[in-house]
């Protein structure tokens, strides 16, 4: 057996890095894989329960554009949760921006001059949430429930009380409620695993320059080739002409999977390839130890609530995308959903641990949880108590989680 030690994670044979992954898992680290054995799990449940609905092509589209917004949401809060801080407004942030965005094309604005200055106002309160808690000391927890609550009667300022405000902007409505032609869903699938592959090989050649180890090339292969093979499945699925109504055909991957993917993509690149994002980890795991290494925690502080608060405006988009309208009390309820499928999805409300695929594997748990429950007739409140309960599974294993990897370290 190899006694390689694993110090970076790319030492070693394809065995070696097995070994140490189990390890991990042993010791306490077990990143998404409860969240993804819930989701093997609830597919399995809500199939046998049922069959002739659950995995439907028209359920399975459904399924990602309903798992699109909470997932935008959820990426969002692992930019403060990795902090271990929270952002009780984003979801109303959201909603605060797209009631500008409103206001704006009614005075005329073209809709790409009016998104952005949307997410500039959310950049905005990022900025002030992040001032408050970094140079202020106040809490996150204390300034985003005041925002919470503040921006709540700021909608309906701006809006006025109850009614849906009709969007009529095309390109907004699509995001959500249209279709990729089929050929261009098999060429987003080639086009995003060339770019990963490219991605890595790239990685691969500057650490080989640097004299630094690769992980074996067997297990990038093993990667790219399940994802090419879930993509594929999941584009075959999307294809399949899912419409009850044989003169108007609805098939081709959903407009958002791909935009949600992209952003997923770009953030997940700004964590793991960026000076920001590993300042950001460092500061999540350990303030003092960052501030002494000469990281300007409070800088990263504010970056982070700027780029939770901008992302909770893209979720606010395709919530006005869905509805085809922007509502006075967008916003209110789905924030805990996001901080919700953020910890299920394994990032440590302790800090320092996750991935923004982690936020969107939980976001799909979630989902799955309240569509399944909704094809077998239950009513919302049975779907609060077990999104509830999975929470609090999800919470406890990441406490427990940490105290054995705690105690793993101290035995060394």
């Known amino acids: 057996m190899s006694n390689v030690k694993i110090a970076t994670g790319h030492e ?6 097995i070994s140490a992954y189990f390890q991990r898992v042993k010791a306490g680290d077990m990143g998404a894989l409860p969240a993804v054995g819930a989701l093997i799990v609830l597919v399995g449940i809500f199939t046998a329960a ?11 589209a459904n399924l990602f554009v309903q798992a699109a917004e909470l997932t935008m949401l959820a990426a969002a809060m ?41 997410l500039v106002v959310g950049a905005a309160i990022g900025f002030l949430i992040g001032f408050f808690v970094a140079k202020v000391g106040v809490p996150s927890f204390v300034v985003t429930l005041g925002l919470f609550l503040g921006f709540q009667g700021l909608q309906l300022v701006m809006l006025g009380e109850g009614g849906l405000f009709k969007v009529d902007v095309a390109p907004i409505n699509a995001i959500m ?41 067997s297990l990038v292969a093993a990667k790219y080739g ?37 952003i997923l993509l770009i953030g997940g690149l700004v964590l793991d390839r960026t000076r920001f994002g590993r300042h950001l980890y460092a500061v999540g795991g350990n303030p003092e130890a960052a501030r002494r290494a000469g990281i300007k925690v409070a800088k990263i502080r504010i970056i982070s609530f700027v780029v939770c608060s901008a992302l909770a405006v893209i979720s606010g988009l395709f919530h006005v995308s869905r ?25 440590s409300l302790f800090g320092g641990k996750g991935r923004l695929m982690h936020a969107a594997i939980g976001a799909l748990v979630i989902t799955i949880i309240a569509n399944g429950l909704g094809l077998l007739g239950w009513d ?33």
């Open 50 to 60: 049922a069959p002739e609905y659950f995995l439907r092509p028209l359920n399975v």
């Open 323 to 347: 509805l085809g309208a922007v509502e006075a009390t967008a916003g209110r309820t789905i924030v805990l959903s996001g901080v919700a499928a953020a910890v299920v999805g394994g990032v």
């Open 177 to 217: 409620n249209e279709n990729l032609p089929t050929w261009l869903g098999w060429v987003v699938l080639v086009a995003g695993l060339a770019l990963g592959i490219l991605i890595t090989m790239l990685d691969r050649a500057r650490r080989s320059k640097s004299g630094l180890p690769n992980r074996p090339i």
């Open 78 to 118: 692992v930019f403060v949760i990795l902090l271990a801080e929270i952002d009780l407004s984003a979801g109303v942030t959201g909603g605060v921006a797209m009631a500008v965005m409103f206001r704006l094309l009614q005075m005329g604005l073209d809709w790409p001059i009016a998104l952005v200055l949307a």
């Open 226 to 262: 399940a994802m090419a093979l879930i993509g594929g499945v999941i584009v075959a699925v999307m294809n399949v002409n899912r419409s009850a109504n044989v003169f108007k055909p609805i098939e081709g991957v959903p407009i958002v999977i791909p935009i949600t993917l992209a």
């Open 380 to 412: 919302a409140g049975m779907n609060f108590l077990v999104t509830g309960g999975v929470l609090i599974l999800a919470a406890t294993v990441d406490a427990l989680s940490r105290k054995r990897s705690s105690s793993s370290q101290i035995r060394v």
């Open 12 to 17: 070693g044979t394809a065995k070696d890095q």
